[in-house]
């Protein structure tokens, strides 16, 4: 009796602490979130890259000029992508009257909430998988909520937050209406089923501005069905493919898009070629390291076969979906699968972000490899505190930017720029970055022609403007002196150099200065 009475102790202090344990994980996660936005805003992370500024000045292209062009330069060009969603944002943010900086904190603010409210539709997604209570739920939400790698992009002005977090999302109304969709009879079209139908062909078509990731999620949950031999959800799901399809080509059949041009033999039929060793070892090097853990890429071949459980439990979990006619579980391997498929061609772990909850899920799912999922979690935590405890770091070209940002350095209205970053100055100097006086083809065929390319500046402009403001290292720096400097010299006039910004150590010749034009007094 007395053994007894120890062993139910045991048990009940058991239970109490794995109780708490749950908690205090979640708890844990939610403390890694809270202290990666602190960290991304802190540190300005989100004035890193170039992304944003171009996104930003489509916005003011179609407000100024009532089309969708980047003017971050001189001359102004086509779009790069039909990816455009977070434009569209910049332009409703503009009409209430936000500025750029504004704009673009506030779009860091959404992006974030977005990512919270992703816990949701993760938590019933995981239900419906059969994932539904106990430990492995709550490390499934706790490394969702604690993955820093994760928020130092989402978090970004850019397409990528809000397309990951509504990815979620549409997974969810996705799955929640194939489950309601089967207690009808018949294909038969109630209202409430138009109404669904409908919101998430709207979803799909929104979420296809931001990525063209979209299609591959829509498609896997067409395939997902049909494989299911759930033909009524194959009906309506088919009707939101060709809305989509519908939707892209009249949506962009006006606007002129650099990478459509010989898009298919660029990116579309490199995904069809058969698979070989070289695009294999990616997947497992690069690609999910990045993905699951953000880890850099390995070198260790024991550490790279590690990550071939991935794909293999993708394809394990899709099976055993199939057995039982799980539509979920078939939907969930399906998006990783054609995720990963996507970076055959797409060589960068950031495009298939959004399928990280859900190799996690997966991983959870399966009993033989839930221990892997636990480690996983722990390197991610590790990660995420290793990168808060050494800081964030920036080179030299960054660490002028921010110095830029942080005095508030502007330039006259109108002034000339010949700067070594083509889209930076738009944002940070409020100046379009002069590239050349031809169209845009011309000048994108001399930027990307052998060599070094350097704007050709003329007599005429530098004497309407009477200088030229260049920013970019010091061998930029020199090299457009002395082609200010030969122009000017024909025509019997000086340059006066005046710098804009301290020679600082950290900026390691990085600098901002104005070169005038002046009249040769000794002539």
């Known amino acids: 009796m007395y053994l007894n009475k120890n062993f139910s102790t045991f048990i009940e202090r058991f239970s109490f602490w ?22 991304f805003m802190s540190n300005k992370i989100y004035l890193i890259g170039s992304d944003a500024f171009y996104y930003m000045s489509i916005a003011d292209s179609i407000m100024k000029y009532g089309e969708m062009r980047d003017i971050t330069a001189i001359p102004s060009f086509p779009l790069k992508s039909p990816q455009n969603g977070i434009v569209f944002v910049h332009v409703i943010l503009s009409f209430i009257g936000l500025t750029e ?53 989402n978090l970004l002005a850019i397409n990528d937050g809000v397309f ?63 494989l299911v031999r759930d033909y009524k959800a194959s009906l309506f799901l088919i009707s939101t493919c060709l809305f989509l399809l519908i939707s892209f080509f009249v949506i962009y059949n006006f606007v002129e898009i650099v990478r459509l041009e010989n898009v298919g033999e660029k990116y579309f039929f490199p995904m069809f070629r058969a698979m070989n060793i070289g695009t294999i070892k990616l997947q ?3 690609i999910l390291p990045r993905l699951v853990a953000g880890l850099s890429g390995l070198t260790n071949p024991l550490a790279t076969l590690i990550f071939a459980m991935f794909p293999i439990s993708m394809i394990y979990y899709g099976i055993r979906g199939l057995i039982d006619r799980n539509f979920a579980k078939v939907f969930i391997a399906a998006i990783c699968l054609t995720g990963l498929w996507f970076t055959m061609s797409f060589q960068n772990a950031r495009v298939i ?27 991610v935590f590790l990660q995420s505190i290793q990168q808060f405890y050494i800081g964030f770091s920036r080179n030299s070209e960054s660490k002028l930017w921010l110095h830029i940002y942080d005095q508030s350095i502007s330039l006259p209205d109108n002034s000339l720029l010949s700067s070594h970053n083509r889209r930076h100055p738009y944002f940070f100097l409020g100046t379009r970055n002069y590239l050349g006086d031809g169209n845009w083809r011309q000048v994108l065929d001399e930027i990307q022609a052998p060599g070094k390319f350097m704007p050709k500046l003329t007599w005429d402009l530098l004497n309407e403007h009477g200088s030229v403001f260049v920013i970019g290292d010091s061998s930029y720096i020199d090299s457009t002196f002395t082609q200010v400097s030969e122009i000017s010299s024909s025509y019997g006039y000086n340059i006066e150099t005046k710098p804009l910004t301290p020679n600082l150590d950290k900026f390691k010749g990085w600098g901002l200065v104005e070169f005038q034009i002046k009249e040769d007094d000794s002539l």
Not at 18 to 39: D, E
Not at 358 to 367: A, E, P, Q, R, V
Request: net charge positive; no cysteine; hydrophobic share 60%.
């Open 18 to 39: 794995k109780k708490h344990f749950s908690t205090l994980l979640v708890l844990f996660g939610l403390l890694l979130s809270f202290y990666s936005f602190y960290f």
């Open 101 to 153: 900086k504004s704009r673009i904190l506030t779009i860091v603010v959404i992006n974030y909430l977005l990512y919270l409210s992703g816990v949701y539709p993760l938590y019933k997604i995981s239900q419906w998988s059969g994932l539904r209570k106990g430990l492995p739920l709550i490390a499934l939400i706790a490394v969702y909520l604690g993955a820093w790698h994760i928020y130092r992009i």
């Open 164 to 226: 990951n977090s509504m990815t979620l999302w549409l997974v969810y109304l996705i799955i929640r209406f194939t489950r309601e969709i089967n207690v009808f009879e018949s294909f038969s079209l109630p209202r409430p089923v138009v109404v669904k139908i409908m919101f998430i062909s709207l979803i799909v078509v929104v979420l296809a501005q931001f990525r063209l990731n979209a299609t591959l999620v829509i498609g896997s949950a067409l395939i997902s069905a049909i």
């Open 284 to 286: 497992l090097w690069k």
């Open 353 to 379: 972000w959004y399928i990280f909850p859900l190799i996690y899920l997966i991983l959870f799912s399966l009993k033989s490899i839930r221990f892997a999922g636990y480690a996983f979690v722990i390197l």
